[in-house]
């Protein structure tokens, strides 16, 4: 089982991990947990929307771009809050 995956540097440690490919193109989906520390960077970082992608578990290795995502809470600027994360990133 994949325990985590690396968006450009940044390595999340996640809850569940989904491969398949679709035509031709590699697709994951992730569900992860972020804390209200987190959150800031956590959000910065998906908002750029295409990154350099690595599941070092499996040896993969992708440039790929956010076509699904959705998380548990609006705010987590609310102190010791967590909500889940659940993104899709498709191989460009």
């Known amino acids: 089982m994949v325990h985590s995956i690396v968006l450009d540097d940044t390595e999340i440690e996640v809850k569940h991990y989904d491969r398949k ?3 031709g193109h590699q697709v994951i989906s992730i569900i ?3 804390t209200s520390k987190e959150y800031h960077d956590i959000t910065v970082l998906l908002y750029k929307g295409t990154f350099d992608i ?5 040896g993969l290795d992708f440039r ?3 076509i699904n995502y959705s998380t548990s ?3 987590l600027y609310e102190e010791n ?3 889940e ?3 899709t990133l498709q191989e460009v």
Do not use: W
């Open 64 to 66: 790929g771009t956010i």
């Open 85 to 87: 994360f659940r993104v």
């Open 54 to 58: 690595r599941v070092p578990e499996e």
């Open 73 to 75: 809470l609006d705010n």
């Open 21 to 23: 490919t679709e035509e």
């Open 32 to 34: 992860f947990d972020v």
């Open 81 to 83: 809050q967590t909500g």
